[in-house]
Antibody
Framework: EVQLVESGGGLVQPGGSLRLSCAAS????????MIWVRQAPGKGLEWVAN????????YYVDSVKGRFTISRDNAKNSLFLQMNSLRVEDTALYYC??????????WGQGTLVTVSS | QSVLTQPPSASGTPGQRVTISCSGS????????VNWYQQLPGTAPKLLIY???QRPSGVPDRFSGSKSGTSASLAISGLQSEDEADYYC???????????FGTGTKVTVL
């Protein structure tokens, strides 16, 4: 069974940092692009970043460029999102999802990030 | 700011056909395939349609997708109460170098 499990969310003050993790199982993790998507409370879905199979290519939404870094460890079947200089508007439920031809063919349950003083 | 525009809401009675539109531009829908997601209340999104009109295994054939030019549509035929959810279109955008989601459509079963 394909499974994605996010962790690392929490309450952080503006300007702070958090590192999200996503543990993958049930598929060949190293064969897929992976993506992070977020959803602010009561709002729609927003793509945040994605990364290719070996971690050499990544893309970010403009609002997080220079602050967030996506990375992966294929040996540990894990995806990460390092979030620095957090802003109130980064408050959201963060999902990791599987990429590939069918982007979003698997999703985690999400981890909540709250940025507030 | 989403670059794919959807109607905020759609509704129908059980058994009816409901169609949701998704309007984009030449840099996204016009040059890349469209995916559709269903998000039931309080749950993670689920892939409903990929590659414009392909259904993943397990998705009922009541759901169908199409694309023409810079627009796409999701049709739900034989509407059921369990279809009440938010629906999002999405596509890669070559100008933004990013994956863009639609504004989302809330489907209500009357």
């Amino acid at each position: 069974e394909v499974q994605l499990v996010e962790s690392g969310g929490g309450l952080v003050q503006p300007g702070g940092s958090l590192r999200l993790s996503c543990a993958a199982s049930g598929f060949t993790f190293s064969s897929y692009w992976m993506i992070w998507v977020r959803q602010a409370p009561g709002k729609g879905l927003e793509w945040v970043a994605n990364i290719n199979q070996d971690g050499s290519v990544n893309y970010y939404v403009d609002s997080v460029k220079g602050r967030f870094t996506i990375s992966r460890d294929n040996a540990k079947n894990s995806l990460f999102l390092q979030m620095n200089s957090l802003r109130v508007e980064d408050t959201a439920l963060y999902y990791c999802a599987r990429g590939g031809v069918a982007i979003g063919s698997a999703w985690g349950q999400g981890t909540l990030v709250t940025v507030s003083s | 700011q989403s670059v794919l525009t959807q109607p905020p809401s759609a509704s129908g009675t059980p058994g009816q056909r409901v169609t949701i539109s998704c309007s984009g531009s030449s840099s996204n829908i016009g040059s890349n395939t469209v995916n559709w997601y269903q998000q039931l209340p309080g749950t993670a999104p689920k892939l409903l349609i990929y590659g414009n009109n392909q259904r993943p295994s397990g998705v009922p054939d009541r759901f169908s997708g199409s694309k023409s030019g810079t627009s796409a549509s999701l049709a739900i035929s034989g509407l059921q109460s369990e279809d009440e959810a938010d629906y999002y279109c999405a596509a890669w955008d070559d100008s933004l170098n990013g994956y863009v989601f639609g504004t989302g459509t809330k489907v209500t079963v009357l």
